[in-house]
């Protein structure tokens, strides 16, 4: 029988190889410990030298559990009510809607807000039912998070998560908004065609997709989240109630509710959750990038 890492490594050297995927950086927990990190093909169109470990990526979505981190954070100084309307906090959002004057951090970590995922023609800001009521993905409400986060924390959430978690962590590879030091080693974007897609410069963190990273730093990340550092136990074990179950079908944004929901997945305060498999998860998705990360809380095994 081989290897499963044989086969690992093989089937992502034949898939940047082709071209279609340009790069690849991948890091594996096994019982907590950094076990091993796979590192292929080449940063894009714009530097043909391969991915290495210093290799910075767009983490997207990633970005949100880390976010909800240092949230908690927040909560447990007594900074903020994750059950408090954010427009008693921090003032509208959402213009003239009585709805949305009662979404809370509690409901944007748990995507329950009713708010879209992304804002676009088809799908205004406002709310599409009571926060609360149902799970819909709902990117667009983490914005609103942030200016509750950066009114309570007295600084904007780049340097809420420098000092919160990039710096006590090690993360020397990370930052929610673009550092010229990521000049010399970045990915590029490419979509599945291998179309390369115009490197953004970030000026101005985003809570829901901002993160830039490397497989290492935020397995770093990982694996203090499986350790339980970082937060009080009380509130470690609230971060991964589950709190709502998913719905099912393709999409994960389900404005109308016309999906039944998914017994087996759900959503914590800004981590999917199996609950039967005790695994907690995310997915990131920008423009010319994929990214996932895994984690068994009972094995303390991860991937990112």
């Not at 009380?234 to 719905?247: A, M």
């Not at 914590?268 to 895994?294: D, I, K, T, Y």
């Amino acid at each position: 029988m081989r290897e499963p890492m044989t086969d690992l490594n093989r089937f992502l050297a034949d898939a940047t190889a082709s071209g279609k995927i340009p790069g690849v950086s991948l890091a594996v927990l096994r019982a907590g410990t950094m076990s091993a990190e796979h590192y292929f093909g080449v940063r894009g169109a714009h530097d043909r030298a391969g991915v290495d470990a210093a290799t910075v990526f767009e983490a997207a979505s990633l970005t949100k559990p880390l976010v909800a981190y240092v949230a908690l954070q927040l909560a447990e100084e007594g900074l903020l009510d994750l059950h408090k309307p954010l427009f008693d906090i921090c003032g509208e959002y959402v213009p003239g809607e009585s709805n949305a004057r009662r979404i809370t951090a509690f409901h944007v970590l748990t995507h329950t807000s009713g708010l879209p995922n992304i804002v676009r023609d088809q799908a205004p800001l406002r709310t599409y039912f009571v926060p609360g009521e149902r799970f819909s993905y709902g990117s667009s409400a983490f914005a609103w998070l942030q200016r509750a986060m950066e009114a309570v924390g007295t600084r904007p959430l780049e340097m809420l998560a420098r000092e919160r978690v990039f710096e006590p962590l090690g993360m020397r590879h990370s930052s929610l908004e673009w550092q010229e030091r990521f000049a010399v080693n970045h990915a590029q974007g490419h979509e599945w065609e291998g179309e390369p897609v115009p490197k953004r410069r970030v000026q101005t963190a985003q809570a829901s997709w901002s993160l830039l990273t490397t497989a290492s730093d935020y397995v770093s990340f990982i694996q203090h989240v499986l350790a339980r550092r970082g937060l009080a136990a009380t509130s470690y074990d609230q971060w991964f109630v589950p709190r709502i179950n998913t719905r099912q079908g393709d999409d994960a944004e389900d404005l109308v509710g016309q999906n039944p929901p998914d017994l087996n997945v759900a959503w914590g305060l800004g981590w999917g959750l199996e609950p039967f498999q005790s695994c907690f998860f995310h997915w990131g998705n920008n423009p010319g990038f994929r990214a996932l990360v895994l984690a068994n809380r009972a094995t303390q095994d991860a991937v990112a």
